[in-house]
């Protein structure tokens, strides 16, 4: 029989989990299918425990399901750090939570050469995705500035994540000479997500030659950002990349196979190529 595995989110019709996922068991010949369902937060806990009845592999956790999804489970020590679930492991009797987003950031870095200890990180954003990117990187050794629109969410964000290294929190008033000072420029922010495709929130003037310009959004796979950094002189890494390296972690986590990274990176790239 099949083995299920799934993402749960609202709204989760724009998932590209399905889609990766299913082009590895593919080439793996795994006989194991991933599906994506619409689940409320008030819906979470059932769905859950539905999921676990029904023998399923595991699961993923979307918006707006991670936070809420840390009290549902058994998170391990990284998910309860970064407070918030993304990746459910069936085990035994127990239903273990994981969070694979800040390992997927750091780790997309990574494999584009790129060092991260004792490297100067301006992070855009203090929502979701920044908090476990945050805590990636400063456990890494890089020295993180968190900017965001709402100064005390950055403030708060970099008070949780100094446990573990060195962050600062402020408001996005200095970003220009933030920006220069930065080895790496990183946005968590959704500007420049589809459908406002022409915004973001540092041009080419603000960049120089040699820094590291990496963007979250993937929606459109070259940002308004991007674009500005590559007529800047810096080097680009887009948002797939970590897409791909948050689901090749929870793929590990679920069936101790090695997955195929590159096949996965493709069938994503093909989706959004056609859209
Ligand atoms: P979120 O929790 O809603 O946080 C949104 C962040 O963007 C907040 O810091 C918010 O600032 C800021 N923001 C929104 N509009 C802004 C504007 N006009 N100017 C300045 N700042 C603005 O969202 P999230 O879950 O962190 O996701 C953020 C982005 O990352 C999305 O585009 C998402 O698709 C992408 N993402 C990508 C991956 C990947 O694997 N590549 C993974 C996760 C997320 P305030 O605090 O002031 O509201």
Known sequence: MKTLYAVFGDPVGHSLSPVMHNAAFAALGMDCEYHKFRVTKDDLKEAIHGAKAMGFGGLNLTIPLKEKALRLVEPDPLAEA???????????????????????????????????????????????????????????????????????????????????????????????????????????????????????????DMMHAGQVVFDLVYNPLQTKLLKEAKKAGAITVDGIKMLVLQGVESFRIWTNAEPPVDIMERAVRDVLGKQ
Do not use: W
């Not at 100064?151 to 962050?167: C, D, I, Q, T």
């Open 82 to 204: 970064v407070g918030a679930v993304n990746t459910i492991e069936f085990r035994g009797n127990s239903i273990i939570g994981h969070n694979t987003d800040g390992v997927g950031a750091v780790n997309s870095l990574k494999l584009s050469g790129i060092v991260i200890s004792h490297s100067n990180v301006l992070l855009m954003g203090a929502g979701g995705a920044a908090r476990a990117v945050a805590y990636q990187l400063a456990s890494k050794g890089a020295r993180v500035t968190i900017a965001n629109r709402t100064p005390k969410r950055a403030v708060e964000l970099a008070a949780n994540v100094s446990s573990v290294g060195r962050v600062e929190g402020t408001g996005l008033e200095d970003l220009a000479s933030l920006v220069e000072q930065s080895h790496i420029i990183i946005n968590t922010t959704s500007v420049g997500m589809h459908p406002d495709i022409d915004q973001t929130l540092v041009t080419e």
